[in-house]
């Protein structure tokens, strides 16, 4: 699911780092939002809201909703849409609220 050929854009070699969702180790490119990673790996839905448990996937991409918060190394509410993969970062899917680790 990952753009590699563009017949405008060039896409240089970048750093594949990995990383786990959830548990599930996956991969990604250094410096990518956490949230592309996961596109990339097509895990679409990110979280589900808090009242209703709808699945809630990537909507703003500029970190001003809550849709893709989630918790990462520990740390709950981070917006994964603009937040840099960084090798072996922990990133879980966040229920509710989310609470400190």
Known sequence: MRIT???????TNKEM???TFNG????GV???PIAAALHAAEIKVLRHSQ????PR????????CSSCLM???GVPNVRVCVEPLRANMAVQTQAG???IV
């Open 17 to 19: 780092v990995g990383f």
């Open 57 to 64: 996937g990537l909507f703003c991409a500029i970190g001003n």
């Open 97 to 99: 609220k989310g609470r």
């Open 71 to 73: 918790t990462v190394d």
């Open 51 to 54: 009242h209703h448990h709808r």
């Open 5 to 11: 050929d563009h017949p405008i854009l060039q896409f």
């Open 24 to 27: 599930q180790p996956l991969t």
């Open 30 to 32: 250094a410096g990518e």
